[in-house]
């Protein structure tokens, strides 16, 4: 079985057993979706979105984080760990975004990691998620299960693991497949304990021993 096959048949497997997928930050719009993932770095999704509220409830717009005094904002996201270098870059980023792209997230891979504190698992997201263009969010669960279902070689690098992934990801079905792969690795494919006698792969993946 080719890598293009072994995806294909991951594509299918994946969409049956999760057949809605979606970002699990609760965001709306390109930049509140810019500014939790910069907060999910080192933090688990479930305390972003508990901060979030909060957060654009304090600052709804892009001119308040432009104006906003960063201690405030620190003190409102120290939760979610390194709050000072996230202030930081939420801050400078909105600072860029007003500046240089007349308020208005920017479109485009090169853009957006020109941001500060973006990087391309940021873009990634926003790319596919806001502006529907095909994206391979290359994640720790991402690059776990990749690697683990003999998509990918075995490596720890994003970058490679997202090329990698293009090659053999039809583009129109890459963004929600990554969706179900942060699921599927939630539920089924942990980092310790992988429950293979339990996972809808198992008679695809090149880790379980039945390949």
Do not use: W
């Amino acid at each position: 079985m080719t890598k293009k096959q072994r995806a294909l048949k991951a594509i299918e497997a994946l969409k049956e057993l999760y057949p809605v997928a979606h970002c699990s930050l609760d965001t709306t719009g390109a930049l509140q979706l810019l500014i939790a993932t910069r907060l999910s770095a080192q933090c688990t999704d479930a305390r972003v979105n508990q901060v979030t509220p909060v957060l654009f409830r304090k600052f709804p717009t892009l001119q308040s984080f432009v104006e906003a005094d960063i201690k405030d904002i620190e003190d409102i996201i120290r939760s979610c760990g390194l709050y000072k270098t996230k202030a930081k870059d939420i801050k400078n980023m909105c600072i860029d975004i007003a500046q240089k792209y007349d308020g208005q997230v920017p479109d485009t891979m090169e853009d957006l990691t020109s941001l500060p504190g973006v990087g391309r698992k940021t873009a990634n997201l926003v790319l596919g998620e806001v502006f529907g263009k095909p994206a391979v969010v290359a994640d720790t669960h991402c690059i776990r299960l990749s690697g683990r279902i003999g998509l990918t070689t075995v490596t720890k690098d994003a970058y490679k693991v997202e090329k990698e992934l293009r090659v053999i990801l039809p583009p129109e079905e890459s963004n929600d497949f990554c969706h179900r792969l942060v699921y599927h690795g939630r539920a089924v494919c942990t980092a310790r304990s992988p429950k293979c006698d339990q996972c809808t792969l198992a008679d695809i993946c090149i880790s379980c021993g039945k390949v």
